[in-house]
């Protein structure tokens, strides 16, 4: 447990619904949205989640009670408090499951594992698109569907973009020419995409299931551990985030990638095109916040090059 008085609030909460201060404690710096902590009482290791917005963890808990009807693997939610009001920020604490992310075991993994996996989040996937229920909009939802106000699917990624150029735009002293020129060339296909981009079946999916927010363990996946955002719209917009990740042949992620296009029947066709622009709109993303990422920019350009001006 750290000394000193870092994270005071977060132990005194444990010792609150436990009796006593946590035997280990620590914060993984992982996640973007939440504050994630693992902590163990007698032996018995724990997950807190904590965020100032309780929208967000009563994101957590809806998709929770939904995905677990559908016998989908969550963690158990052990205590909940959604309130903000005895401490400064919503908290969760869940169950804590054993194994990795995939993004931390995947170039540990065989073939058949990897293919395993990729099977049982399409398997997943499916389900959670058979969900039926009242949408206001398109995107991500905090509170399956209630909360979204795109009018149309290609409205919510055209806005995505735009954000993000708008982004880039402010550093574009610091850009690459051909960054800038690739970003243009993806807003006008998209622009001229509407057709193609709103005509698919428009359902629900888990829009995050890409290199993490699940846990491996024994080569089969052990739980879905972020359910903090549901989308509507597009599911192939996961394979572009995933597409993103690994863009290059010649990797285990990007076996994986084409194991999921295959298992939902995306291999070949207007699929491969659509996917690869979902994922050059993750890329700008990524760009537009850090511009310097190596990584980001290969595949950006890598994956310009093949899908862009054709």
Not at 68 to 81: A, K, Q, R, T
Not at 100 to 124: F, G, M, T
């Amino acid at each position: 447990m750290s000394n000193g008085s870092e994270y005071r609030i977060e132990k005194e909460l444990i010792r609150g619904h436990f009796g006593k201060y946590p035997d280990s404690f620590e914060k993984k710096f992982k996640g973007f949205i939440n504050n994630v902590f693992i902590f163990s009482v007698d032996g018995k290791q724990m997950v807190l989640r904590t965020n100032h917005d309780s929208n967000i963890l009563k994101g957590f808990s809806c998709h929770h009670a939904v995905l677990s009807s559908l016998n989908i693997p969550v963690p158990n939610i052990l205590i909940e408090d959604c309130s903000a009001t005895r401490y400064p920020f919503a908290y969760l604490i869940l169950s804590f499951i054993e194994g990795n992310e995939l993004r931390d075991c995947i170039v540990d993994l065989p073939k058949n594992d990897i293919d395993a996996i990729a099977h049982e989040i399409a398997s997943i996937q499916k389900k959670v698109m058979g969900i039926s229920s009242q949408t206001a909009g398109f995107g991500r939802s905090i509170l399956l569907g209630k909360d979204l106000c795109d009018k149309t699917w290609h409205a919510y990624i055209c806005n995505t973009i735009e954000r993000r150029m708008h982004r880039l735009q402010e550093i574009k002293e610091e850009a690459n020419e051909e960054i800038l020129k690739s970003a243009q060339q993806l807003w006008n296909e998209v622009i001229s995409m509407k057709e193609l981009f709103d005509a698919p079946q428009q359902c629900f999916f888990l829009d995050d299931l890409t290199d993490k927010n699940f846990i491996v363990s024994h080569g089969s996946i052990a739980a879905i551990i972020d359910l903090d955002h549901i989308a509507y719209g597009d599911p192939r917009q996961l394979l572009g985030k995933i597409q993103s990740i690994w863009p290059r042949p010649g990797t285990k992620g990007h076996e994986y990638f084409m194991t999921m296009l295959h298992t939902f029947g995306y291999d070949g066709g207007e699929h491969t095109r659509i996917i690869a622009l979902y994922a050059l709109v993750e890329l700008l993303g990524e760009l537009s916040v850090n511009l310097f990422s190596k990584n980001a920019i290969d595949s950006f350009l890598f994956l310009s090059k093949e899908h862009l001006g054709q």
